[in-house]
C-alpha cells in the first residue's frame, strides 16, 4: 500500500490539533498513514505515543529550534524531507490557516499540485480522488490531479478512528530550515474561552437553531440542548440576522463549514446556503413542524412537531438516559 503523509499541527502548548484523528483516519483509509511533525529536540516521545495512538502506522519528527518560532517553514521542511523518502501517494492537511499556508508552500517547494478544501478522499485503485462540495452544496465534483503528489486540505468530519498503532516506526531527523528574514513567532498566548462550548468548527456535535425559535429569549433552549449534549451552539444566518446569536455562530455559505458526528437542526428549514455548511455531517437530526421543510432532505433522523413541544420532551428522554437533570 502506498504511503500516505499527514501534516501534523501541534498547538503551542504542545497538544495535537483536534484535525489529527481524522487526518490519520482517512490516511489509514486511502494507504498507510505517516505522521510527519516538526518539533523542538526531545519532544517527540509523547507525540509519537499519542500519534500511535490515532492510527499512525509512522512518524517523521523533524527537530528544529524554529518548529515554534517559524511553524509553517519548518513544517514545509519536515514534509518535503518525508516527500522525498517516502514516496507518498498524497499528502493530507487540514484546512486551518496554517495548514493551508504549509501547502501552498509546499506545492512551491516540491513542484505538486494542491488540492484545496475537499470534503472527502478516496483511493480510486492507486489513484487520489477528492471530493469537493460546490454551488452552494448543491452539487459533489471529484478530481485528481494529472502529474505529481496531490497534496490535499481536506476539512474534519466525524470519521470512525484509526485502529491505534502500540509501536510506530519512528524516524528523528534535524531539519534546516531556513528563517533569515522571515518573521518569527515570538510570544504566543491562549486567549481566555468566550465560552465553555466546544469550538464550533471542530465540535463533535453541533446543535443549531433557526428562525423557528422565534425570538432570542427561545433560542435559550437551543444553547441548554447544546450544553446537555456538550455541543457546539450553531444557528442559521436568519437566527444570526434577528439577533439571537453573535455572527460567529452562522453555520453555511457565509458563515462556518461544519462535519461534526452529529448535526442536529432545530427549526432550520434548509435553505441551500445553509446545507452548504453542514451537510457533510455524519448523522443529521432535524426538528421542524413543516413535513415538508427541505432539511428532511438530508435528515437521517426527522422529528415533525411544535420544537417548543419537542426540545423539552427531548431533554427529559437525555436525562433520563445520561442520568443528568434536565435542568443542569
Ligand atoms: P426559515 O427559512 O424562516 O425557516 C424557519 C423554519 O422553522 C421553517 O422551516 C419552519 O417550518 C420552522 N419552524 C417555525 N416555527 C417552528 C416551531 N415552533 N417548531 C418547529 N419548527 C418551526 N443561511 C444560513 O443559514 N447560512 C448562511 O451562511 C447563509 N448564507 C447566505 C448567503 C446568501 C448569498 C444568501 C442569499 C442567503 C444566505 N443564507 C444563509 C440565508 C438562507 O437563504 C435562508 O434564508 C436561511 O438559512 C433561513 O434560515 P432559517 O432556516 O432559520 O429560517
Known sequence: MSNILVNIEVAAD???????????SLAARLGEPVAVVA?????SEELVRELGALGAGAVVVGESPASTSHVAAAAVAALAGAIASHAPAAVLASTSPTAREVMGRLAARTGNPVVVDAVGVTNDGGRIVASHSVFGGNYVTESGVGAGIPLVTVSSSGAEPAPAVAAPVVEVRRLEVPTQGAAAITRSEVAAAASERPELRSAKIVVSGGRGLGSKENFVLVE???DTLGAGLGASRAAVDAGY???????????????????LAVGISGAIQHRAGMQTARRIV???Q???AP???????GIVGDLFTVLPQLREAIAARTGVPAGV
Do not use: K, W
Open 14 to 24: 504542545g497538544s495535537l490539533r483536534s484535525s489529527t484523528a481524522h487526518l490519520l
Open 39 to 43: 518539533a523542538p529536540a526531545g519532544a
Open 224 to 226: 441548554e440542548l447544546a
Open 245 to 263: 446569536v453573535p455572527q460567529s455562530c452562522q453555520v453555511g455559505q457565509t458563515g462556518v463549514s461544519v462535519s461534526p458526528e452529529l448535526y
Open 286 to 288: 432535524a426538528i421542524n
Open 290 to 292: 413543516d413535513a415538508d
Open 295 to 301: 432539511i428532511f432532505d438530508i435528515a437521517d433522523f
